[in-house]
């Protein structure tokens, strides 16, 4: 089994930012190979959403509400995967997921939770 673990969320105020880290372990050689990482976020009443993903070689993707304000990167050795979020926005509270997805899985971290205050 791999474990992700989320780390970085809490209580901003309106334009602030955060970072968001999430690290794979347990078993990690279930996950070598091409895999996509991605931040996923889920707000009161409302789907989970897909917020940003990056492949192993650093193709990213991002929602239209994110563009310009948040970056993915990752650090393949570290098996982490990060979210920069700037210009917080109160419409961002939600529970923030990552999630690595391969051929034959996908894992899901536990999530952390994200207000921003207005």
């Known amino acids: 089994q791999v474990q992700l673990v989320e780390s970085g969320g809490g209580l901003v105020q309106a334009g602030g930012s955060l970072r968001l880290s999430c690290a794979a372990s347990g078993s990690i050689f279930s996950i070598v190979g091409p895999n996509v990482m991605g931040w996923y976020r889920q707000a009161p009443g409302k789907q989970r959403e897909l917020v940003a993903s990056i492949t192993g070689v650093g193709n990213t993707n991002y929602a239209d509400s994110v563009k310009g304000r948040f970056t993915i990167s990752r650090d393949n050795a570290k098996n982490t995967v990060y979210l920069q979020m700037n210009s917080l926005k109160s419409e961002d509270t939600a529970v923030y997921y990552c999630?690595?997805?391969?051929?034959?899985?996908?894992?899901w971290g536990q999530g952390t939770q994200v207000t921003v205050s207005s």
């Open positions: 999630k690595v997805s391969g051929a034959m899985y996908n894992y």
